[in-house]
């Protein structure tokens, strides 16, 4: 079975600080892909970033960048120039070609950018 | 363009009523589509997914139903909710490994 971890429950950053999240996952696939989903009180599900396990180039989307660690299976989310709009809850993801492409998700890790 | 809508957006139901919750894909064809269910403070639960018109998958056994009657239509039922049924639930679809794109979501207070 596929598990997702997010060990950080909460976190807090300033305004324009730089933020890490972390997620380890465990699969025995070789294939599969990696997202970072966000979820702001609206509680709409947002995709942040994605990337695939064949991939070493980290993805990067603007001010978002993923740390992929595949031998350690460890897929943490950076966010730099933190801004308000960033508070959300942020859940790490996981999906391999398998059961019908369904996606495991992490807890989640709710972060608050502070003024 | 591709766009999902889920309805209703908020809904309260008493004890032993029935639940009818649709999802609908627009700009696509044959798609993926998934139900999941977030409980308070906690993660997204997937209860079910389709890769087809009539096909179900069951992720885990409850009070819930899925059918899939048209390609781009995805309904979540219950005949008799329970207390536990209450929560968020998403209806999404998957673009070619792309990840997904979620419905804005059903708040279900069961009461």
């Known amino acids: 079975a596929q598990t997702v971890t997010q060990s950080q429950p909460e976190m807090s950053v300033q305004e324009a600080e730089t933020v890490t999240l972390s997620c380890t996952y465990d699969?025995?696939?070789?294939?599969?892909?990696l997202f970072w989903y966000k979820q702001p009180p609206s509680r709409q599900m947002i995709l942040v970033i994605r990337?695939?396990?064949?991939?070493?180039q980290n993805a990067t989307e603007n001010r978002f960048s993923v740390n992929f660690q595949k031998a350690a299976k460890s897929f943490s989310l950076k966010i730099s120039d933190s801004q308000l709009g960033d508070t959300a809850m942020y859940f790490c993801?996981?999906?391999?070609?398998?059961?019908?492409?369904?996606?495991?998700f992490g807890k989640g890790t709710s972060l608050l950018v502070t003024p | 363009s591709q766009t999902i809508h889920q309805w209703p957006a908020t809904l309260v139901q008493p004890v032993g009523s029935p639940l009818s919750l649709e999802c609908t894909v627009e700009?696509?064809?044959?798609?993926?589509l998934y139900w999941y269910r977030q409980a308070a403070g906690r993660g997204l639960q997937l209860l079910f997914y389709?890769?087809?018109?009539?096909?179900i998958s069951s992720e885990v056994p409850q009070n819930l139903s899925a059918s899939r009657p048209q390609d781009r239509q995805f309904i979540l039922s219950s005949k008799k909710l329970l207390l536990s049924d209450s929560g968020f639930y998403l209806c999404a679809w998957e673009a070619l490994n792309y990840g997904y794109t979620f419905g804005s979501g059903t708040r279900l207070t069961v009461v």
């Open positions: 700009g696509t064809s044959n798609p993926n």
């Open positions: 993801a996981f999906m391999t070609t398998n059961s019908g492409y369904a996606l495991n």
């Open positions: 389709s890769v087809g018109i009539g096909q």
């Open positions: 699969t025995s696939e070789n294939n599969y892909y």
């Open positions: 990337q695939e396990a064949y991939k070493q």
